[in-house]
């Protein structure tokens, strides 16, 4: 062990620092989240220093997840909920493979002006989400907005977008997919310049139909990246944040896991820290399961991962 110290010193020493800003930023409150789904801690409950008012929460068990897994309205209506943010992640993350695949596949081949093309689709990804949220909600506007405008003038209907109904969960998976393509078209362009070229000429020449061609050389080219980028995708759409509640802000008809955790824990008479947590560590536990079926299907098929 000494020796192996001696030698190995560095790595441990430039290491240290990002373990103990992972351990302060990511697995103290995830500890301390996963204890609070025990209690009954809420912003009543909890310690005030500055109101010099000592803690008084109690422990509950497993009384938390009982309430929130029954489907109980009071606790968010659970299932409906994960109904909803499942039809939210599948619907975003489609979209962003489909239309990104596409777009890698043009910009893949020989075309005048490409790299300005290049530059074009990867705006919406380097301009900040914030900004692209805002710019959205405008032009979901169903008096001024620009979109509702063109449809009453080529007499479509124009409904309110961003009112209570489930239009709003469709106009916040528009946005997503607005944002989250350009780094789905990057990676797959990735992907497919990787692919030698020698494939498609011997598949040509065997008289394969560029169907054919698609199916069988290039989608098993881009296994790899594409079970990679789904993955993320998935993870990343489950967790969005920041699009659903700028855009369409505490609307029951785009409440996901996520943002119904953010209610709880934020808003209201009472903050209900325990039952917020509690979401938390579900969210978590579904992703870990889902990530794990992911990687022994990946591994059935002979990928690596």
């Known amino acids: 062990m000494r020796r192996f110290l001696d030698r190995h010193w560095y790595a441990y020493a430039m290491v240290l620092p990002v373990v103990v800003v992972i351990a302060v930023l990511v697995l103290y409150p995830l500890a301390q989240g996963v204890f609070f789904t025990f209690t009954n801690i809420n912003e009543a409950n909890i310690a005030n220093p500055i109101l010099d008012r000592p803690a008084t929460y109690i422990s509950v068990g497993l009384r938390n997840y009982l309430n929130v897994l029954s489907g109980d309205p009071s606790y968010g209506s659970f299932w409906s909920t994960l109904a909803r943010t499942l039809i939210w992640t599948s619907a975003c993350v489609l979209l962003h493979y489909g239309i990104g695949l596409g777009l890698a596949m043009l910009l893949n081949r020989p075309l005048r002006g490409r790299s300005a093309y290049r530059v074009l689709l990867i705006l919406p990804w380097a301009v900040p989400a914030f900004i692209s949220a805002f710019a959205w909600k405008y032009m979901f506007n169903a008096q001024y907005g620009i979109i509702n405008q063109a449809l009453r003038a080529v007499g479509l209907p124009d409904p309110v977008w961003l009112g209570q109904s489930d239009w709003a969960l469709v106009a916040v998976i528009i946005v997503n997919v607005w944002l989250g393509v350009p780094f789905m078209m990057v990676s797959l362009l990735g992907g497919l310049q990787s692919i030698p070229g020698d494939l498609y000429e011997a598949a040509e020449v065997d008289g394969a ?13 881009l296994r790899a990246v594409s079970s990679t980028v789904v993955l993320l995708g998935i993870i990343w759409t489950f967790n969005m944040f920041a699009v659903i509640y ?12 996520v943002t119904y955790a953010f209610e709880r824990f934020f808003s209201g008479a009472s903050r209900d820290y325990a039952v917020a947590s509690t ?18 299907a990946l591994r059935r098929q002979g990928e690596v991962w």
């Open 209 to 221: 139909t560029p169907w054919q061609r698609f199916r069988h050389v290039t989608l098993p080219g």
């Open 246 to 257: 700028l855009v369409a802000g505490q609307n029951p008809n785009t409440r996901i896991l």
């Open 279 to 296: 979401y938390g560590v579900l969210i978590l536990s579904v992703l870990l399961v889902f990530a794990s079926v992911y990687r022994r």
